[in-house]
């Protein structure tokens, strides 16, 4: 097994041999990489510098060596629009792949990435123009091809939008989400909600588990409505992640506030559901409980099975080999971490 | 001939290639035109150089001579015949 994590300076790779966890020197050294992606025995990366952009790279001998696609992806000269960084990519079981990028749009390969289309039913949608940057940019973070005509895509700030084409049209799928950053926070937005993650149920992709701007909610056909399933249960509902690896299983890991990025009570704990969000539990088994002013942001969590893995914004990241009942350890002193892959070799 | 220089930063992008030779068929040629034919076959450089709108990237400094761009005519700036341009990477904290 295999551990990708993604940080501020460089793509680091963690190994288990013999009980002890190793951490290799960075690949990327220097730069961001928000995003790692698997297809077949080929990983994708993304490494970004303010000085120089985002190159879409590969690698097929685990993470060793990488290779930048030789055309670098672009946004089409008739958008009049630059491309600031990649904030996702993923495959699909077809291997065809979807890059997520800001300013918020949505890019297809058909051809292993050799080439990349924007996706312009999405480019063209009437929202587009009233999405608003978060802190972080107007970034397409969240890429959910459920089949090959049914993606589901998350954007901060502009909300979930589902397509039943392929992309030719998108609809806005944001009801009943609460977005208390609005002028009106008891009227419920068409669109603009900040949608952190959403996790897809690998055994029934009609349920998904989505993180919000303050609040968790349960989608049980395929993201069209939600309920809220995080009021009154857990010690915040405000959050970034949002992982599902089995039927009704999610984990999400409360933050205390929108501006306090805290864990609540200062101690850090996972929440996992095993009823589809009906309750929940803590799991703090080897996690610090004391003293803890750390976050997780939303691509810092991860699982392969009952494998999990997440890393901090301070640079430590645990594991965890029994669905979250116990927690190690497995680095610290890491650079901000920004996304976590586990991946079986 | 004109030479230009890049910044190890940048010069990742094309093998660590830090030293960049053009020879013009005028004596005096556009800057954008001197990138656009020295970095014809590294689009991964050109990119990180200059993005899909045409402008240089934010954080990006170019040099004719020791004079930046930017106080000349940007990339319609002239370069002549044994004129060197130097590009590098804007300082950076953190």
Not at chain 1, 43 to 49: G, V
Not at chain 1, 166 to 185: R, S
Not at chain 2, 46 to 71: A, L, M, P, Q, W
């Amino acid at each position: 097994m295999q551990i990708y994590f993604g940080t501020l300076k460089g793509l680091f790779r963690a190994t288990k041999t013999s009980d002890v966890w190793k951490i290799d020197s960075p690949k990327f050294a220097g730069q961001m990489v928000y995003s790692i992606a698997k297809h077949g025995k080929r990983l994708w990366s993304a490494p970004f510098t303010e000085w120089t952009g985002t190159q879409i790279s590969y690698s097929d001998d685990a993470g060793e060596s990488w290779n930048a696609i030789a055309e670098p992806i672009a946004f089409p000269e008739d958008t009049e629009t630059a491309l600031e960084k990649i904030w996702q990519i993923t495959a699909d079981s077809s291997g065809k792949l979807f890059c997520g990028v800001q300013p918020a749009a949505l890019f297809t390969s058909d051809d292993n990435g050799e080439t990349w289309d924007l996706c312009r039913g999405l480019w063209n949608h009437p929202h587009r123009k009233e999405w608003n940057p978060g802190y972080g940019g107007l970034g397409l973070h969240t890429i959910l091809p459920i089949t090959d005509k049914i993606w589901i895509v998350a954007i901060s700030s502009g909300g979930a939008y589902r397509t039943e084409d392929a992309g030719e049209t998108w609809t806005a799928c944001n009801n009943a989400i609460v977005a208390p950053f609005m002028p009106d926070p008891t009227t419920i937005p068409e669109f603009g909600q900040c949608v952190h993650k959403i996790a897809v149920d690998p055994t029934n992709p009609n349920l998904m588990i989505l993180q919000h701007h303050w609040g968790v909610y349960r989608s049980v056909d395929i993201g069209k409505t939600w309920q809220n399933v995080g009021e009154n249960k857990l010690p915040s509902d405000f959050g970034f992640v949002s992982v599902m690896n089995a039927k009704d299983t999610a984990f999400i890991i409360p933050i205390k506030a929108d501006i306090e990025r805290f864990f609540p009570e200062e101690k850090m704990r996972v929440y996992r559901t095993r009823d589809a969000g009906e309750t929940w539990q803590a799991l703090a088994n080897g996690l610090p409980q004391e003293g803890v002013f750390d976050c997780v942001l939303r691509d810092s969590f991860h699982a392969s099975g009952e494998n999990l893995a997440f890393g901090t914004t301070g640079g430590n990241a645990y594991f965890t080999s029994d669905n979250g009942e116990t927690w190690d350890k497995i680095a610290e002193h890491l650079p901000r971490i920004t996304c976590v892959r586990v991946f079986e070799s | 001939m004109i030479n230009v220089w890049i910044h190890s930063n940048i010069a990742r992008l094309a093998n660590d290639k830090l030293d960049w030779q053009f020879e013009p068929e005028n004596e005096q040629t556009e800057l954008l035109s001197v990138l656009q034919n020295i970095f014809l076959n590294e689009r991964n450089l050109f990119f990180g150089i200059i993005d899909e709108t045409g402008k240089v990237r934010k954080h990006i400094n170019i040099y004719k001579g020791s004079t930046n761009i930017n106080k000349l005519n940007g990339l319609q700036s002239i370069v002549k015949n044994g004129e060197e341009i130097n590009i590098f990477t804007a300082v950076s904290g953190g």
